[in-house]
């Protein structure tokens, strides 16, 4: 499968591309500056592309089967720029897929997205945009998994994770772990068309997302 990554650059992208090296999978990195794509090809990126979430992404994702958008302002960044890449840029990635006859979507976004409104007052912006991204995927018609990770760490990653519609207990989970259920719900029909809140636990990743 040729899947476009969108925040290939990031650091759970990073994690994504090296998971994605060993995976029968072609992984085409998005960048928005050129020097970056020697990088991202030693760690597993199969070609890099220039382009922008904020600008048209159509011809850099000609020919892909899938995307992958983990790309993120971050929730310490201001409003505008979450809503311009959290929000807009996602959605604008989804409407160029379903456009250009991309079926599948994988959506990175953050656990009680759903419930933005009762979201800390400085996360605030940075979940809305992310619960709205959400729920134009969700109404898009493509074949999708989002996936809501709890709060990210740089540990190593264990392969295991406790994961559900709705987790009512937050928790941590390192970076690498997501990239791997990224690419375990990228190869299981089982998550199709869900959405999983992620945090560490003691049940394998393939064995987690099989069981919903």
Not at 80 to 104: E, P, S
Not at 170 to 175: A, E, L, S, T, V
């Given at each position: 499968?040729?899947?476009?990554?969108?925040?290939?650059?990031?650091?759970?992208?990073?994690?994504?591309?090296?998971?994605?090296?060993?995976?029968?999978?072609?992984?085409?990195?998005?960048?928005?500056?050129?020097?970056?794509?020697?990088?991202?090809?030693?760690?597993?990126?199969?070609?890099?592309?220039?382009?922008?979430?904020?600008?048209?992404?159509?011809?850099?994702?000609?020919?892909?089967?899938?995307?992958?958008?983990?790309a993120g302002s971050g929730p310490h960044t201001g409003p505008?720029?979450?809503?311009?890449?959290?929000?807009?840029?996602?959605?604008?990635?989804?409407?160029?897929?379903?456009?250009?006859?991309?079926?599948?979507f994988i959506m990175v976004s953050s656990m009680r997205a759903e419930e933005a409104e009762k979201g800390p007052e400085k996360l605030r912006h940075y979940l809305w945009a992310k619960h709205n991204a959400d729920e134009h995927l969700k109404n898009s018609g493509l074949d999708y998994t989002i996936v809501r990770p709890g709060q990210l760490t740089n540990d190593e990653g264990?392969?295991?994770?406790?994961?559900?519609?709705?987790?009512?207990?937050?928790?941590?989970?390192?970076?690498?772990?997501v990239a791997r259920v990224l690419l375990a719900a990228l190869e299981s029909e089982a998550a199709s068309n869900r959405v999983f809140d992620v945090v560490s636990g003691d049940t394998p990743i393939s064995e987690a997302i099989s069981s919903g």
């Open positions: 499968m040729h899947v476009f990554i969108a925040g290939a650059n990031g650091q759970i992208g990073q994690h994504l591309l090296q998971e994605m090296a060993d995976s029968d999978h072609e992984a085409r990195a998005l960048v928005r500056h050129q020097d970056q794509g020697p990088e991202l090809q030693q760690l597993g990126a199969t070609e890099t592309v220039l382009g922008d979430l904020e600008q048209d992404c159509s011809e850099a994702m000609r020919g892909c089967d899938a995307v992958i958008f983990t505008d720029k979450t809503v311009d890449v959290d929000q807009n840029g996602a959605i604008r990635l989804v409407d160029t897929a379903k456009a250009m006859g991309i079926k599948r264990t392969g295991k994770v406790t994961m559900s519609a709705r987790l009512e207990q937050f928790g941590k989970i390192p970076r690498q772990d």
